[in-house]
């Protein structure tokens, strides 16, 4: 019993411990205030207002929206086919593979960028959507090669034996039974692919011009020239954008479990 309370002190404490930051800014994007301080003097949706009117704010709310979906299906298709392949126990070099791909979740973002931008320069596509869109497919693919390559390891192999001993294609097995089994992980990849784009500032400042200003890197440009309650409101879509994403993976993924 003693350890039992301590685990749940601990963990109360963690969670605290994460979710305090995202308690104090919230309420900051309802005040009145042109500065961001406590306690709120009055509670205002202004900065909503200007958020959702103010031209920068806009362009960089539709641009965030234009490339975080662009990388979220690229890192989803990449990803999926690269945790596929991976599978594989008799390919060369296994582990070495799988190193590479999760290797831009380790590397400086600085250094990441710097690449990024020689390399995109070589064939044009900085100052583009493009750019910005392989950039943050490049740092996003590593969370859906974790994500899917766990929803592979917990399917039982004999089922897709068993389709094929019962004349189906590969690509039939793979549509009918190995996908619908890692559809869990392909979602939750997708989820973390799409949040990673959203988050991504260092990359977007190396290969992005200024018609390609996401959120967040509107967001860091108003920190350093002006501190706005506005970004607070920027902050608090974040937040509401996540949770309203993870709970719709969670009724999917409930919902392919009572399927199965």
Known sequence: MPMRLARL?????????????????????????????????????????????????????????IVGTGTTLLATTLGTAASLGLRNRTLFMR???????????????????????????RFGLTNSYAGVIIAHTVVAVPFVVVSVTGALAGIDGRVELAAESLGASPVT????????????????????????????????????????????????????ENISPAIAAAAFLFIAATILIG???VLSRSMLARRR
């Open 173 to 224: 097995v793979f549509r009918r039974v190995t996908l619908p089994l890692a559809m869990p992980g392909v979602l939750s990849g997708a989820v973390l692919a799409f949040a990673t784009s959203l988050d991504e500032v260092v990359l977007t400042l190396f290969v992005a011009g200024p018609n390609q200003r996401t959120l967040a890197r509107q967001m860091f440009s108003s920190i350093r």
């Open 247 to 249: 709970l719709a993976v």
């Open 9 to 65: 002190t601990f963990a109360t404490l963690a969670i605290l411990f994460l979710v305090a930051p995202l308690v104090a800014i919230v309420p900051l994007a309802f005040t009145s205030s042109v500065i961001l301080t406590y306690p709120v003097p009055a509670w205002s949706m202004r900065w909503f207002t200007e958020l959702f009117t103010a031209d920068a704010w806009q362009r960089a709310i539709v641009n965030s929206l």
């Open 95 to 121: 582990g070495t593979f799988r190193t590479l791909f999760l290797l831009p979740m380790v590397v400086p973002a600085v250094v990441l960028g710097v690449g990024m931008q020689v390399l995109l320069a």
